[in-house]
């Protein structure tokens, strides 16, 4: 994913799950500053205070769980520190790791970030595979080895996942001759991201006025893209982007869509793009659970219910989230106890009851909380189960220490050219120099 969309996300998303509760993915938390307006991290009133590390709204404090550890523990008072975008967050977070100094006691990790942690800094970081009641087989097995090292360690835990669907406008559709069914929309691409970029074909002769098939040139690569098996680099942890041909064959077939003007000339989560949702401009967009949220923050009213989520063409995830444990911190034994039991699967189904934010415990998934699950967009629309089921065949796929570098290349500096007039290979050739350039420094 790009490096700054699904921090940006969840610094502006609004409620999404509208029968379960409050906003998801909604930030609203100033840099460097914690809940209580202090920066300290030790005893309050006799209790050991335990201080989490944050970027954007990860939703625990919003689903009242700190309240209910809280509780559970009352020698324990857990206080945020959180910084809104992760832009910010993660050099910092670099920079203490590197220093071994100024760290939380827990620290999040942007899952785009979590190669880099566990390549260069895993010495800093507790083994949380040890800690009593953490069992690897509550985690999809893809998502416990992003955070685990080659020697075993497991330095982070996973807290959600971005499972990939096409949300699309059901009324968009129907005025555009296509079916409306989400059973039969799916099947119009299933298996193949080709047959995606036909729909949009078909789309574009009965296309309602002043109206595209998609939203962005970006948005459509970056889901392609994360349906391969391997991407940016190789398991060997090798830089291939540029001689692996899926990346190559996925950049033209976004560039194909936008030559043919079947996706926005918008590049995602700039004020431009925010203004074509609010406007009902497009009729698709490539969609983790995360982005109905997005979705009814920026949307009219009268976009409410109108939207579906039918299966993406090939299984992929968008997204996602690690908490770790500092070997340095104050209080690292009651942290691993707050880790563990944060992203245990009742907790990670509560999460996702009041947030949106989907578990990376598949436990979860035959849960009320799931299988119940509602949105204001897509009304009565299952998209608990629908997301459930692309996550069980979400690709593990290598992810490399600059795989936001790279991915923001393709996307900022590479298909969006696309869209201004750059032929597909002008735009690849300067995606390449920003990003090898970038990689150099």
């Not at 203004?275 to 109905?292: D, E, G």
Request: glycine residues 10%; aromatic residues 8%; positive net charge.
């Amino acid at each position: 994913m790009r490096a700054r969309t699904r921090t940006a996300t969840r610094a502006v998303a609004l409620a999404a799950v509208a029968t379960l509760g409050a906003g998801l993915l909604a930030g609203c938390a100033d840099d460097g500053k914690n809940s209580s307006g202090s920066s300290d991290g030790g005893s309050s009133n006799g209790k050991t205070t335990i201080t989490m590390g944050l970027f954007g709204t990860m939703g625990f404090k919003e689903a009242g769980l700190y309240t209910e550890y809280e509780k559970l523990h009352p020698n324990i008072k857990i206080q945020e520190n959180v910084t809104e975008r992760n832009e910010n967050y993660y050099p910092a977070l670099v920079n203490h790791l590197t220093t071994n100094s100024g760290l939380m006691d827990v620290q999040a990790v942007e899952v785009g970030n979590i190669a880099e942690v566990v390549n260069t800094q895993a010495a800093k970081l507790e083994d949380l595979s040890k800690v009593s009641g953490v069992n690897k087989s509550d985690w999809l097995d893809w998502k416990w080895q992003q955070a685990t090292t080659q020697d075993g360690q497991t330095i982070g835990l996973g807290t959600d996942i971005g499972p990939m669907g096409i949300c699309y406008r059901k009324d968009l559709f129907q005025k555009a001759g296509l079916p409306s069914d989400r059973e039969a929309v799916g099947k119009l691409w299933a298996g193949d991201w080709n047959k995606l970029v036909g729909v949009g074909e078909q789309y574009k002769k009965k296309a309602p006025n002043g109206t595209v098939f998609m939203d962005s040139p970006g948005g459509l690569l970056s889901a392609i893209l994360g349906s391969e098996k391997t991407k940016f680099y190789d398991s060997s942890g090798k830089v291939v982007y540029k001689t692996n041909p899926a990346v190559r064959a996925d950049f033209n077939l976004a560039a194909k869509a936008a030559q043919e003007g079947l996706v926005q000339a918008q590049t995602q989560f700039q004020p431009a793009w925010d203004q074509t949702i609010a406007n009902s401009k497009f009729a698709a967009i490539s969609c983790p659970p995360w982005m109905l949220g997005y979705l009814k923050a920026k949307s009219g009213k009268d976009a409410v219910g109108k939207w579906d989520v039918a299966a993406a063409p090939k299984a992929g995830n968008w997204g996602g989230s690690f908490l770790t444990v500092p070997k340095s911190g104050k209080h690292v034994k009651e942290a691993e106890q707050l880790v563990a039991w944060l992203t245990a699967p009742k907790q990670q189904a509560k999460l996702f009851a009041v947030q949106g934010s989907f578990p990376s415990a598949p436990a979860v998934y035959d849960m009320p909380a799931v299988q119940n699950a509602k949105n204001a967009m897509t009304g009565d629309s299952p998209i608990g189960q629908i997301f459930a089921e692309a996550a069980k065949s979400i690709p593990l796929q290598p992810i490399g220490p600059k795989d936001q570098i790279i991915s923001a290349g393709l996307g900022d500096n590479g298909i969006v050219l696309v869209t201004k007039g750059k032929s597909p290979e002008e735009a690849w050739k300067t995606a390449v120099k920003t990003i090898d350039n970038n990689l150099e420094k």
